[in-house]
């Protein structure tokens, strides 16, 4: 076992498009304010776009390249890419490819060898398909790291909220907090929304709130403040790279 220590965390959402990529770049902005070496992770991405220096690179990928402090080798941040920008297990069979969660451990781990704190994240909501028998829970699982929730406030956030916490809580993964995301401006009762997940998902997730990221026409990872509490809580899930 290798003495290094590395913080990791697994960061889902309760829908796709609730901005869990502009919450992974924050993270990683504020843990790159205490460690030298963070870098992102894409675990599987679907949708490929020319990257500018002759490959192929997913938008997401390339947001979390930009939000790092540690460059590594294409097949370690993104070890799965897929070129359709559809359902993972969808995109993998068009491409005539299979996801296997062994390989995107190891890919894992090998970053965790380089790197003080990695943020990695899911496709997708918590149980997006990854094949006919594979999901991203049970890629969380194999991780088996904290996992940061983001909730996008919308209509119909309460429910999706409600089963993701429940769903992580089922397979007994550690929950290191959620994120509300306010990607709906025009959003009614947005408080009382908030106030509703405040009471429930300390419960649920007995974890704390760790950003609130208001709607950025431009988004901006930076403009997002992590509190140091929920810093700390984050901190509290350090494991050691094999």
């Not at 359709?84 to 993998?92: G, K, L, N, T, Y």
């Not at 965790?112 to 990695?120: L, P």
């Not at 992580?168 to 009762?189: F, Q, Y």
């Amino acid at each position: 076992m290798n003495a290094h220590r590395t913080i990791g965390c697994f960061v889902t959402g309760t829908d796709t498009g609730v901005g869990k990529t502009l919450a992974s770049c924050g993270l990683l902005h504020a843990l790159a304010r205490h460690h030298a070496r963070v870098v992102g992770m894409k675990a599987v991405a679907a949708g490929a776009e020319p990257d500018g220096q002759g490959g192929w690179a997913n938008e997401d990928t390339l947001a979390l390249r930009a939000a790092s402090t540690l460059a590594v080798p294409p097949e370690l941040d993104n070890p799965v890419l897929l070129p359709d920008p559809m359902s993972p297990h969808i995109a993998a069979q068009r491409a005539g490819r299979s996801i296997e969660i062994a390989h995107i451990v190891d890919s894992y781990r090998r970053l965790a060898e380089q790197a003080d704190a990695v943020v990695v994240e899911g496709a997708g909501g918590f149980l997006v398909p990854l094949s006919d028998q594979l999901s991203g829970a049970d890629l969380a699982c194999a991780l088996d790291l904290p996992v940061v929730m983001v909730v996008g406030l919308r209509l119909g956030c309460l429910n999706h909220a409600a089963l993701t916490a429940e769903a992580i809580r089922a397979r007994g993964l550690r929950p290191a907090g959620w994120i509300a995301s306010r990607v709906d401006p025009a959003m009614l009762v947005p408080e009382e929304n908030m106030a509703w997940l405040r009471q429930h998902l300390d419960r649920q997730l007995q974890a704390p709130l760790l950003a609130d990221i208001p709607f950025q026409q431009h988004p901006d990872p930076r403009a997002t403040t992590y509190t140091p509490v929920s810093y700390t809580h984050l901190r509290a899930h350090e494991t050691k790279a094999n």
